[in-house]
């Protein structure tokens, strides 16, 4: 089943709290992304996810069974790091060996199929590696541990454009292969909009969304025409962002979708558009 409950999980540092009161259902088989600011506390729930930390209080199950101290269910899960924490002297190649004693199921003829894909040499030591090809060799490690849950911390750190587009194929790829549960926890919101089915919001160390992307970007749209004439539609609406280019000018409208006025649009002679994730998560996260 591959569920995990977090449960009234609070983490503190001194008088810090990291996170407070998180309770949180990851159903299985689904693509999330962890979305918050800088300090929001995703990579302290990701590490508590993966016992790195202990929690003040509350638990964090999979499938009923505490992840604290538990081998066998975080042996279900694998974690991809933003730092780098592989012993530097081993070669691509060992750690993919050395991978396999931890993931039995860790399929090293994808993995090598994958580095080829990607350029990477799989006899370089991993203190050789640059910061994108670093990126690129735990992606791959990830992708072929073929682990129940397998989460993503900044994967495309140090990626040109061309590899950012082949990680995103290749995980949908591997996804729809075979499904599973990916957590990918990212700045680059734009970009990963495409792939995500749900979102996971963290402000402040308090949850404050929890939704399928698809309902989320339910709760604004996209308005544009004439300046003037964008503005008179807006009179009294919340708007959440704003672009002008001489008389042509954009807004998103933080309202229900379903409520926008075609009428009135038209009158206007204005276009409608979807929002985007990235703007919404801007608007829920400032103060």
């Known amino acids: 089943m591959s569920k995990i409950e977090i449960k009234g999980i609070t983490k503190e540092y001194g008088?810090?709290?990291?996170?407070?009161?998180?309770?949180?259902?990851?159903?299985?088989?689904?693509?999330?992304?962890?979305?918050?600011?800088?300090?929001?506390?995703?990579?302290?729930?990701?590490?508590?996810?993966?016992?790195?930390?202990?929690?003040?209080?509350?638990?964090?199950?999979?499938?009923?069974?505490?992840?604290?101290?538990?081998?066998?269910?975080?042996?279900?899960?694998?974690?991809?790091?933003?730092?780098?924490?592989?012993?530097?002297?081993?070669?691509?190649?060992?750690?993919?060996?050395?991978?396999?004693?931890?993931?039995?199921?860790?399929?090293?003829?994808?993995?090598?199929?994958?580095?080829?894909?990607?350029?990477?040499?799989?006899?370089?030591?991993?203190?050789?590696?640059?910061?994108?090809?670093?990126?690129?060799?735990?992606?791959?490690?990830?992708?072929?541990?073929?682990?129940?849950?397998?989460?993503?911390?900044?994967?495309?750190?140090?990626?040109?454009?061309?590899?950012?587009?082949?990680?995103?194929?290749?995980?949908?790829?591997?996804?729809?292969?075979?499904?599973?549960?990916m957590i990918i926890s990212t700045h680059l919101i734009e970009e990963v909009a495409e792939v995500l089915e749900e979102v996971i919001i963290i402000d402040k160390g308090k949850l404050i969304r929890k939704e399928s992307v698809e309902q989320l970007l339910t709760t604004a749209y996209a308005v544009s025409g004439e300046a003037s004439k964008v503005d008179e539609y807006i009179n009294g609406k919340k708007v959440i962002g704003a672009e002008t280019m001489g008389k042509f000018k954009s807004v998103v409208v933080l309202e229900d979708i379903h409520k926008k006025n075609d009428m009135l649009a038209k009158e206007l002679n204005l276009e409608f558009a979807k929002a985007e994730l990235q703007k919404l998560f801007i608007s829920l996260t400032n103060s």
């Open 15 to 181: 008088t810090t709290k990291a996170l407070d009161n998180i309770n949180l259902t990851i159903e299985p088989n689904k693509i999330y992304g962890l979305l918050g600011r800088n300090g929001a506390g995703k990579t302290t729930l990701l590490n508590l996810m993966t016992n790195k930390l202990f929690p003040n209080s509350g638990e964090i199950t999979l499938d009923g069974q505490t992840v604290f101290e538990n081998d066998k269910a975080l042996g279900r899960i694998f974690y991809m790091m933003e730092k780098n924490l592989y012993p530097l002297g081993l070669k691509v190649k060992e750690i993919f060996q050395w991978t396999k004693e931890y993931y039995p199921s860790f399929d090293t003829k994808y993995a090598n199929e994958l580095s080829a894909r990607f350029g990477l040499d799989v006899n370089k030591k991993i203190k050789a590696l640059s910061t994108g090809y670093s990126s690129i060799f735990k992606a791959i490690a990830a992708l072929a541990s073929n682990a129940d849950i397998i989460i993503f911390d900044e994967p495309i750190l140090g990626l040109d454009a061309n590899h950012r587009d082949m990680f995103y194929k290749e995980l949908i790829a591997n996804y729809s292969e075979k499904p599973k549960t």
